[in-house]
C-alpha cells in the first residue's frame, strides 16, 4: 500500500489537479524516505479525505502529486473514545498509540485520582501536544484517514457529567465487574461509547462508585487483568469486532 503522509487541506482538490506536500512531512518524504518522481503515494487530510496519485516532481523539502482518484470517508457511528488515565513510565502514551492503530476516533486525558502523573501549568499544553503528535504518527502508519483529535484532560467530575449526554455510553473497564465487554450490547441509539481506563493502581472505589451512580457501565475483558497501556487497545478490538467493523 502507498505511503501516507497528512497535509492541512485537500479542499477543492479533483482528479487530474496537483496537490503540494510541504512543511515537515514534505521534507521527510524527500529527505529521509526519499520518495522519487512516479512513486504512488497517499495524502490526507486527517478529516476523512484521502487523495491518491503519482509524484509529478521534487523539490528540495518538497514534492507536488498529480491527483488519480479522491477517496473520502465518513466518521464511523457510534464514535469510539479513549478516556485513557495519566500513567508514569510513557505508559499513556503507549496506549494512545495503540488505540489509534486500533481505530479509536478521539482520546481524553483523565486525571485519576491514582494517576501518579500529572498535568499542571504548562504540562497540560506540553501533554496534550505530545499525545496529538503521537495519534498523529500512528494514524499514518496505520494509513487512516482519520486522526484522533485528542482534547483537553478531564477530571472524573466532568467525566460523571459526561454520561448523561444523550446517545453517549460510558464504560468502564473493571476487572472485578460482572459483565463481560465481549457480551455487552451496544444500544441500538448510540452515537459515542468513551471506553474509561484507569492507572496502573486501578480506578478508586469512590470514582467506581460515581461513574457507575451517573449512569456508566462496568465490563470487564476476562479473567487476567491488562497494564494501563493495553487494557484499552484490547478493548477498542473488541468493540470493533461487536460493531462489525473487524
Same mark, same amino acid.
Given at each position: ?25 514534505? /521534507? ?5 524516505? /526519499? ?52 500513567? &508514569? ?7 494512545? %498509540? ?23 501549568? !504548562?504540562?497540560?499544553? &506540553?501533554?496534550?501536544?505530545?499525545? %496529538? ?6 494514524? &499514518? %502508519? ?15 467530575? !466532568? ?67 491488562? /497494564? ?11 468493540? %470493533? ?6
Amino acid at each position: 500500500m502507498a505511503s501516507l503522509y497528512l497535509v492541512e487541506s485537500l479542499d477543492g482538490v479533483a482528479i487530474g489537479g496537483s496537490v503540494t506536500l510541504d512543511g515537515a512531512e514534505g /521534507r521527510h518524504a524527500v529527505t529521509v524516505s /526519499r520518495v522519487r518522481v512516479g512513486e504512488t503515494l497517499r495524502l490526507s487530510d486527517g478529516q476523512g479525505t484521502v487523495v491518491v496519485g503519482a509524484v509529478s516532481s521534487l523539490g528540495r523539502d518538497s514534492l507536488s502529486l498529480t491527483v488519480a482518484d479522491v477517496l473520502v470517508s465518513s466518521r464511523p457511528v457510534p464514535s469510539l473514545t479513549l478516556v485513557q488515565a495519566l500513567a &508514569k513510565g510513557g505508559r499513556d502514551e503507549m496506549a494512545v %498509540q495503540a488505540a489509534t492503530e486500533v481505530g479509536v476516533d478521539h482520546v481524553v486525558p483523565w486525571s485519576a485520582a491514582r494517576s501518579v502523573s500529572r498535568w499542571e501549568g !504548562a504540562k497540560v499544553a &506540553k501533554g496534550r501536544a505530545r499525545w %496529538q503528535a503521537i495519534a498523529h504518527e500512528a494514524a &499514518k %502508519q496505520a494509513i487512516r484517514s482519520w486522526v484522533p483529535a485528542v482534547s483537553e484532560p478531564v477530571t472524573t467530575a !466532568a467525566l460523571a457529567a459526561s454520561a448523561s449526554s444523550a446517545g453517549v455510553v460510558l464504560l468502564v473497564l473493571d476487572p472485578t465487574a460482572t459483565e463481560r465487554l465481549a457480551t455487552w450490547e451496544p444500544p441500538a441509539d448510540a452515537t459515542s461509547i468513551s471506553l474509561v481506563v484507569g492507572p496502573e493502581g486501578g480506578i478508586d472505589g469512590s470514582e467506581l462508585d460515581r461513574l457507575s451512580a451517573a449512569g456508566a457501565v462496568r465490563v470487564r475483558l476476562g479473567d487476567t487483568v491488562l /497494564r494501563t497501556s493495553t487494557a484499552g487497545p484490547a478493548a477498542l478490538a473488541v468493540l %470493533q469486532s461487536r460493531l462489525g467493523r473487524w
